[in-house]
Nanobody
Framework: QVQLQASGGGSVRAGGSLRLSCAASTYLYSSFCVGWFRQVPGKEREGVAAIVYSDGRTYYADSVKGRFTISRDQRTLYLQMNSLKSEDTATYHC??????????????????????????WGQGTLVTISS
């Protein structure tokens, strides 16, 4: 099982930017779907973005579309976050899965609950946005 470690969180003012990174312990196989989820205490976990590792097809939640960009290289997943808002404050986790490419880029993997299809889950990195 691949180990994932997220980093890059911090505190910024609204309108600012942050770039999160997620380092994998091994090369991610071409069948992997990888992505970012965020959690706020008392709220449901939200799938923010996902990418089909082999061909780069992406999914974004409506709440971040146009502001966040997911990308990857051989062993690292990134989340570039621009135009940050106070509602983006959360703990961000990276995750990896062997769900189908369709489930990945359609949003099915990101929006189903109960840790559907999550094979690896990284520890979180806290993002705090002040207004």
């Amino acid at each position: 099982q691949v180990q994932l470690q997220a980093s890059g969180g911090g505190s910024v003012r609204a309108g600012g930017s942050l770039r999160l990174s997620c380092a994998a312990s091994t090369y991610l196989y071409s069948s992997f779907c990888v992505g970012w989820f965020r959690q706020v205490p008392g709220k449901e976990r939200e799938g923010v973005a996902a990418i089909v590792y082999s061909d780069g097809r992406t999914y974004y939640a409506d709440s971040v579309k146009g502001r966040f960009t997911i990308s990857r290289d051989q062993r690292t997943l990134y989340l570039q976050m621009n135009s940050l808002k106070s509602e983006d404050t959360a703990t961000y986790h990276c995750a990896a899965s062997t769900v189908s490419p369709y489930d990945c880029y359609s949003g099915s993997w990101s929006t189903q609950g109960d840790y559907y299809g999550i094979d690896s889950w990284g520890q979180g990195t806290l993002v705090t946005i002040s207004s």
